[in-house]
């Protein structure tokens, strides 16, 4: 397998829909006061953008990438980008407990 569109894009999409549904989902922790329904609302429109990033993701890289293979490589990103994400956003510390 070369380094080629459908072996890297696959990869940039699925970073940025990591970032996009990190922030919907856990984004509004920083914002404790803000309305229940804004938290959501706000929450959806973020996904909206996730899920056109995921699904272009997986079609383009289907072929160059097996689909279990297409999930493990977002699911590494995920916990990759959620740890950066707690650290740098939330403030968090990573430990082990």
């Known amino acids: 397998m070369g380094l080629n569109f459908a072996t890297l894009a696959p990869i940039a999409l699925l970073i940025a829909s990591d970032v996009f549904m990190t922030f919907a989902w856990y984004g509004h922790l920083k914002f404790p006061h803000m309305a229940l329904w804004v938290a959501v609302m706000t929450s959806w429109g973020i996904a909206f953008f996730e899920y ?46």
């Open 52 to 97: 056109w990033l995921a699904v272009h993701a997986n079609r383009i890289g289907y072929g160059a990438y097996s689909a279990a293979e297409l999930k493990t490589i977002q699911e590494v990103l995920s916990l990759s980008v959620f740890a950066l994400f707690a650290v740098f956003f939330l403030g968090e510390k990573l430990t082990l407990n």
